[in-house]
């Protein structure tokens, strides 16, 4: 296939995206607020997030986080199903 064979084929695949409205660009998204974000104009509440009820920013969960890293201490991890099938699939002894 030429090079001119496949930009066409390209064309037309993303063409036919297009028509099926399944054609995928990316918006710029604007961040208004803990929970809310505007794009092309209209405002949306950002279900995209991890923190759409804007819980982050309440005082209770703010005094409730520092308690637990005052008393666990804080660092990253993992889901327990990563360590637990390390520790399965590796060999005894």
Excluded: K
């Excluded at 961040?31 to 509440?45: F, M, P, S």
């Excluded at 819980?55 to 660092?75: F, S």
């Amino acid at each position: 296939m030429s090079r001119q064979d496949w930009e066409h084929a390209v064309d037309r695949e993303l063409a036919g995206l297009r028509e099926q409205h399944l054609f995928r660009q990316r918006r710029v998204v604007t961040l208004l607020d803990a929970t809310h974000v505007e794009v092309e104009g209209r405002q949306y509440v950002n279900f995209a997030s991890n923190n759409y009820l804007g819980l982050t920013h309440h005082p209770r969960v703010i005094d409730a986080a520092r308690r637990a890293v005052q008393e666990y201490g804080a660092g990253s991890g993992a889901t327990s199903v990563v360590p637990a099938s390390v520790r399965e699939a590796a060999p005894a002894g």
